[in-house]
């Protein structure tokens, strides 16, 4: 029988982890965290799908049938090249021995496309923007995707290169943080002062989202004082990823019996880490609210 694997370059994927795990508690999870190689968001693609290409390996060589790409990076820059290329070769399709001995069918999933879903029917301004590392920005797939499945939308993008390395080091409650959360949203908005509707784009960002809603109330509030015109600035929602996927996940395993029926359903959560396992350990508990326990793993 086998797991789901949860994958992010470091603690961003516990985001969708725990959302997955509250919509579909009864299967078994092991969640990898690349930590001594994050943040994956300033890398280039083929570095970005070398690292997460040995992931997936490591999480399917360890009875895992699924994988979610929890990490929007790695959706962007690596989903379609292991899908097409070497998921067939894993899975033996190509009439080669398979690499698992035909024993597991095994597929990966990203968390792009079941984001850019929510997105027309939340926005009224038809003005969108995506908050992403720069690898996601550069690879254009929030607006490509977006283009698939709604008409003229306006998406404009922010790279925010330094939020991920603030969670990573534990200084997402830091003032450096709130400074650095102000920067970026006010470079968003100045590019386009009509956006309603900004879609976290990493799943690292909802642990900042505490500063991010308290940055654009306040934001909100200046702006309606400094120009009480009946053209006020909308009123901006922002969209974290984690209800999102686990929802298009349990679709997926309704859909697919194939993967469902090879998933066990113990109920369990195992978590692995490149990094030190204490320090995950520690910084994990505090994100997800509950103790934990993580081991090392060298790939
Ligand atoms: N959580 C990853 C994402 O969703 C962060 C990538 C990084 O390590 O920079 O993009």
């Not at 299967?27 to 280039?44: E, K, V």
């Not at 450096?176 to 690292?204: M, N, Q, S």
């Not at 702006?223 to 009480?228: A, H, I, L």
């Not at 600035?233 to 929802?247: D, F, M």
């Amino acid at each position: 029988m086998a797991k789901i694997g949860v994958f992010d370059s470091g603690y961003g994927g516990l985001t969708i982890l725990e959302a997955i795990r509250r919509e579909l508690p009864q299967y078994d999870y092991l969640y990898l965290g690349d930590n001594a190689r994050a943040p994956y968001g300033t890398h280039s693609f083929d570095v970005i799908y070398r690292y997460t290409l040995e992931a997936v390996k490591y999480l399917f060589a360890h009875d895992c049938a699924l994988v979610i790409l929890a990490c929007n990076t790695a959706s962007a820059k690596a989903l379609r090249t292991i899908q097409q290329r070497d998921l067939p070769l894993i899975n033996g399709e190509n009439g080669d021995a398979s690499l698992n001995g035909g024993m597991m069918k095994r597929n990966v999933l990203g968390v792009i496309r079941p984001t850019v879903e929510a997105v027309p029917a939340i926005t009224k301004t038809g003005h969108v923007g995506i908050l992403a590392t720069p690898a996601t920005v550069s690879s254009e797939s929030y607006v490509l995707e977006l283009e698939k499945i709604a008409e003229g939308l306006q998406v404009t993008q922010q790279a925010c290169p330094l939020w991920v390395p603030l969670i990573e080091n534990n200084e997402h409650n830091s003032p450096g943080a709130k400074y650095f959360v102000g920067k970026y949203l006010r470079e968003i908005l100045a590019k386009d002062p009509l956006i309603d509707t900004l879609v976290l784009g990493c799943t690292h960002y909802p642990l900042l989202k505490k500063e991010i809603d308290h940055w654009l109330a306040y934001h909100q509030e200046i702006e309606e004082s400094e120009f009480p015109t009946p053209i006020s600035s909308p009123q901006i929602q922002t969209i974290a990823q984690g209800e999102l996927v686990a929802k298009s996940l349990a679709d997926y395993l309704k859909r697919h019996p194939e993967y469902r029926e090879q998933l066990s359903e113990g109920g369990s959560c195992s978590y692995l880490t490149t990094e030190n396992a204490d320090r995950f350990s520690q910084s994990a508990s505090h994100f997800l609210h509950s103790p934990i326990m993580a081991n090392h793993i060298d790939f």
